[in-house]
C-alpha cells in the first residue's frame, strides 16, 4: 500500500487510499500483494478484503494476533472460493516456528513413519531489539482489543479449522506454575513473548494440513525463550506476568507510547548487520512402548531483522508465482507458512538461512540405568538434577562442588525413589543414577549442558 501523494512517480508505482475502488484496482493489476504497513489492525483489513474478493495472493509479517483471528474468521472462504492465497505472519512471527514444526512432522513420518506427538521449540539465540513501529503495535493492539478479545485469540486451537486434539498438554506441572522447562537437547527455557503466537499459527497448520492427519491426532506444540539457568528463567517468566499486567492500564501504554521508540526508530543500518536469530525444536513421535524416537530442527540467520523479513516476503512470493498448481494443493484461504512446504525452506535457504532437521537421541521413558559426566567442575558451579513430568518436580540446586577434593556422596529423594553416588575420575566428577522410574522423564545440567 502506498498512500496518496502530490509527487511525481515513475509509473509502475500504484498510488492507492484504503478506499474500495483504489485497493480493487490495485489488487486487479498484481498477482501478489506484499504488506509491511502496520499495525494491521489499523490499515490492514481492507487490503485483504480487496485481495480475498479478486483473488489476488497477499503475504504479510504481522504477529497480531487477534487480528489474525478476525481476518480468519471474515475472510477464509471468500479467499478461497476466489482462488487467492492469504498468508499472515510470514515473518519472524511465525515462519520460523511454523516451518520448523512442518519440517519435523515430515521427517518423521518419512523417515519413522509415525506422527508427531509434541514439538518443542525455543528461541535459542536473539541478538537484536524491537524497532518503535513493533512496539508501537503491542500497545496498539492493546487499545483496539478487549481482554476477552485477545484471550479467545490465544487460547489454543482457536485459529485450527477443526477441533484440536483431545489428548492433554504434555507441559510439566512446573512449567505451568513457573514457565520453566527443561528438555534434553534444548536445555533450560522459559516463557517467550511471542510464544502464544507462534503456536496459534502452528496449530492452524495441523488443522489445514490434511485434517490434522499429516502431523498426527496427538499433535501438541509449546514454543520458550532459552535461558542461562532454572532462577533466571523463573525470574523471566514472573517478569513478563507482571509487564503483561501493567500493559493493561491504560495510564502505563499512555506513559510508554512517550517513552519507547516512535515508529520509524530503532538500531542503525550498521547495527543491524550484528543481529543474530536462531531457533531451535525438537519433536517427539506418536509411539509407545519403547523409548520414544526424536528429530532434531534449526533456523538460524545472521543479520538484520528488516533484511529477513524481506528475504521471507520475496521468497514466499516466488513459490507462489513458480507453482502453476498451488492453489490447488493448498486450496487456498488463509494459509500459513508451513502450507508452501519444502520448496520455501529451499529457497530461503538459498538466500542465506541455515535450515537442518536431523535424528535426536530418543526420549527415555522407561527405567534409565545410566552415567552422567561433567568435566572441568570448579568452585561455585552449581550442579542442578531436574526431574519433571505433569505432576512432579524435584530440583536438586545450589550443590557447590569443590575445585580439587574428591567427592563422594549420595543423594535421595525421601520417597526413597532414586539413589545416587558421586565419585573422582581424572577427567572430572561422575555421577551415577540408577533405578529412575519412568515418569521422571528429563535429568539435565544447568545453565547449559545437556546430559542425556
Excluded at 489492525?41 to 478484503?49: A, D, K, N, Q
Aim: hydrophobic share 40%; proline share 6%.
Amino acid at each position: 500500500m502506498i498512500v496518496r501523494s502530490q509527487l511525481k512517480t515513475p509509473s509502475d508505482i500504484e498510488i492507492a487510499t484504503l478506499s474500495n475502488e483504489d485497493l480493487d484496482r490495485l489488487a486487479k493489476a498484481t498477482r501478489v500483494m506484499l504488506n509491511t504497513i502496520g499495525p494491521y489492525h489499523l490499515y490492514s483489513t481492507p487490503i485483504v478484503e480487496s485481495c480475498a474478493r479478486n483473488g489476488t495472493h497477499y503475504l504479510d509479517v504481522t504477529g497480531e494476533t487477534a487480528w489474525v483471528l478476525q481476518i480468519i474468521e471474515n475472510y477464509h472462504n471468500l479467499a478461497s472460493v476466489n482462488g487467492a492465497i492469504i498468508i499472515p505472519e510470514i515473518g519472524l512471527e511465525s515462519a520460523p516456528s511454523d516451518l520448523l514444526a512442518w519440517s519435523l512432522a515430515t521427517y518423521l513420518k518419512r523417515t519413522l513413519t509415525c506422527d508427531t506427538a509434541e514439538v518443542v521449540c525455543t528461541v535459542h539465540e536473539v541478538r537484536s531489539r524491537p524497532s518503535g513501529g513493533t512496539l508501537a503495535t503491542i500497545l496498539s493492539t492493546l487499545d483496539a482489543y478487549s481482554l476477552k478479545e485477545i484471550g479467545r485469540a490465544n487460547k489454543p486451537w482457536a485459529m485450527s479449522p477443526i477441533p484440536g486434539p483431545r489428548s492433554r498438554s504434555l507441559e510439566p506441572l512446573f512449567t505451568r506454575l513457573f514457565g520453566v522447562r527443561v528438555v534434553n537437547g534444548l536445555g533450560t527455557m522459559t516463557t517467550s513473548i511471542a510464544g502464544s503466537s507462534n503456536r496459534a499459527i502452528v496449530q492452524r497448520s495441523w488443522g489445514l494440513l490434511d485434517k490434522g492427519k499429516y502431523y498426527g491426532p496427538n499433535f501438541q506444540y509449546s514454543e520458550y525463550l532459552s535461558v542461562r539457568n532454572t532462577l533466571f528463567g523463573i525470574a523471566v517468566h514472573f517478569a513478563f506476568a507482571l509487564g503483561s499486567l501493567l500493559l493493561l492500564l491504560r495510564p502505563i501504554r499512555w506513559l510508554m507510547k512517550r517513552l519507547v521508540y516512535a515508529p520509524g526508530e530503532g538500531r542503525s543500518k550498521i547495527d543491524t548487520k550484528e543481529e543474530v536469530f536462531e531457533f531451535r525444536a525438537i519433536a517427539t513421535a506418536d509411539e509407545a512402548g519403547r523409548p520414544q524416537r526424536r528429530a532434531f530442527a534449526r533456523f538460524r540467520w545472521d543479520g538484520g531483522a528488516y533484511y529477513l523479513t524481506g528475504v521471507f516476503l520475496a521468497e514466499a512470493a516466488m513459490v507462489i508465482l513458480q507453482d502453476s498448481k498451488i492453489v490447488e494443493k493448498t486450496g487456498g484461504g488463509i494459509l500459513t507458512p508451513a502450507t508452501l512446504g519444502q520448496p520455501f525452506i529451499d529457497r530461503l535457504c538459498e538466500a542465506g538461512v541455515e535450515f537442518k532437521t536431523e535424528s535426536a537421541p530418543p526420549r527415555q521413558s522407561s527405567v534409565l540405568d545410566t552415567k552422567l559426566e561433567i568435566s572441568s567442575l570448579n568452585r561455585g558451579n552449581l550442579l542442578s538434577l531436574g526431574f519433571q513430568n505433569k505432576s512432579i518436580f524435584t530440583l536438586f540446586s545450589l550443590i557447590p562442588l569443590l575445585k580439587t577434593e574428591p567427592i563422594r556422596g549420595f543423594f535421595a529423594l525421601r520417597a526413597g525413589l532414586i539413589i545416587g553416588d558421586s565419585n573422582p575420575s581424572p577427567q572430572g566428577i561422575s555421577l551415577h543414577v540408577s533405578k529412575i522410574p519412568k515418569f521422571l522423564i528429563d535429568i539435565s545440567f544447568s545453565p547449559d549442558e545437556n546430559v542425556i
